[in-house]
């Protein structure tokens, strides 16, 4: 499967997915990969908010800038704007499948740390509820996943 659109998914789209998101545009960038990337929520409550204050400092701090991010809901449209869509963790995969509309839609999702290959969690945490701890790590798993994604995207689109 060549892919060329990924979107990565979360619940808010305030913290996880567009960190994901912002690393990945730089690190493909680098990597010289024409992949497009974007992100989306489950949920729509935080639906044209800029990313959490302290995801995007934590995400400056590591050279990221989320400063232009605007939070949006998941649309059933999506399945067809994008050729994979990662899930961060299984509570957004469920409900991404939920919402595909033919068997070949819900094939195209995945967790984001599972389909890149990224040793344990699986799951990307959801540092919202937590402290500023949490937010450097999210960084750190940013990284780690997208090192991995890019060497998949490598061998996918060949
Ligand atoms: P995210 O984090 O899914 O990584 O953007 C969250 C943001 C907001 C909420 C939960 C998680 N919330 O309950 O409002």
């Known amino acids: 499967m060549s892919v060329r659109r990924v ?15 912002a690393v ?3 690190r493909l960038a680098e990597a010289g990969l024409d992949v497009a990337v974007a992100s989306c929520g ?3 409550w935080h639906a044209g908010e800029g990313a959490d204050p302290r995801m995007v400092a934590a995400a400056r701090a590591a050279g ?3 400063s ?3 939070a949006r809901q998941l649309h059933e449209r999506d399945f067809e704007d994008y050729d994979l869509l990662l899930a961060m963790d299984r ?8 919402l595909a509309a033919t068997p070949e839609q819900a094939e195209r999702t995945a967790l984001f740390l599972e389909w890149s290959g990224t040793a344990p969690p699986v799951e990307f945490p959801d540092p919202w509820h937590g402290d ?15 090192a991995g ?3 998949r995207l490598r061998d996918a689109n060949g």
Request: aromatic share 4%.
């Open 91 to 98: 509570d957004n995969l469920r409900e991404l499948r939920k």
């Open 42 to 44: 489950t949920g729509g």
């Open 7 to 21: 979107l990565f998914v979360c619940l808010g789209n305030i913290c996880r997915s567009p960190l994901v998101e």
């Open 149 to 151: 994604l890019i060497e």
């Open 64 to 66: 990221h800038d989320l």
């Open 24 to 26: 990945a545009r730089k």
């Open 68 to 70: 232009q991010h605007r």
């Open 132 to 146: 500023t701890a949490g937010f450097a790590a999210s960084v750190k798993l940013a990284e780690r996943g997208v």
